[in-house]
């Protein structure tokens, strides 16, 4: 995996920046609001400025996302695609729910290995 540049702990996830990646791991029971989501955004364009990035959710805990988000995040410019990395059968269900909101690339992967990996394919395109 390549070097983390960079940690912040927002009071709903901690993001790990790298060079044209972040990996999200939110906190157990969050429910993901618009308002969270657009913090993240704020963290994400404040690292990755002008540059494509992927975001990664490592979905270790057990939380919810509002999947009407996803309809603000087709809009951003710099986000290329967002992988979803879990175990979890009910985890992966949902994303597959969330997929269907979201116009980019989104992928569901069980190792979080395999999405990095498919985070290059998609920067190169």
């Not at 009910?90 to 990996?117: C, G, V």
């Amino acid at each position: 995996m390549t070097p983390i540049l960079r940690t912040l702990e927002l009071e709903f996830t901690v993001l790990e920046f790298h060079e044209n990646f972040v990996v999200s791991r939110v906190r157990e029971n969050v429910v993901l609001s618009k308002k969270q989501i657009l913090d993240l955004i704020d963290a994400c364009l404040g690292n990755y400025e002008g540059k494509k990035f992927v975001y990664i959710s490592d979905r270790i805990h057990n939380y919810n996302v509002d999947p009407t988000v996803y309809l603000n995040l087709n809009k951003g410019k710099n986000l290329a695609g967002i992988a979803i990395v879990s175990e979890k059968t009910s985890s992966l269900n949902m994303a597959q729910f969330e997929k269907t909101f979201f116009k980019k690339p989104f992928e569901i992967f069980l190792e979080l290995e395999d999405a990095i990996d498919w985070t290059q394919k998609i920067l190169k395109k």
